[in-house]
């Protein structure tokens, strides 16, 4: 089992940053992949970015080159740096984690945390 909570969400304007962070519970926060998710109202869950236990990294192309993702296996934290958001970003933002690699469909992800609001003002 992994426990995760999400923090660091909140309301920016337009072309401000936000840093989400995400911490771990339970096994071994080092062997599973972390993801990163988002939903708007309406909308499905949505890929964002994920990485490896080793570090590979994945972005969505709505995200690539605005959006930072990190991990650090001693503190059993991951987290998503922000920038450059637009009012298109704004959402419930979800960290996940699966055992092995890193997945982009949500239904490959059987840990999640609670969530946390990110809204971005025009």
């Known amino acids: 089992q992994v426990q995760l909570v999400e923090s660091g969400g909140g309301l920016v304007q337009a072309g401000g940053s936000l840093r989400l962070s995400c911490a771990a519970f339970?096994?071994?926060?080092?062997?599973?992949?972390l993801g990163w998710f988002r939903q708007a109202p309406g909308k499905e869950r949505e890929f964002v970015a994920a990485?490896?236990?080793?570090?590979?990294?994945y972005y969505s192309d709505s995200v690539k080159g605005r959006f930072t993702i990190s991990r650090d296996n001693v503190k059993n934290t991951g987290n998503l740096q922000m920038n450059s958001l637009k009012p298109g970003d704004t959402a419930v933002y979800y960290c996940a984690a699966r055992s092995g690699t890193l997945r982009t469909s949500p239904n490959d992800y059987a840990y999640w945390g609670q969530g946390t609001q990110v809204t971005v003002s025009s």
């Open positions: 339970g096994r071994t926060f080092s062997s599973v992949a």
């Open positions: 990485i490896n236990w080793s570090g590979g990294i």
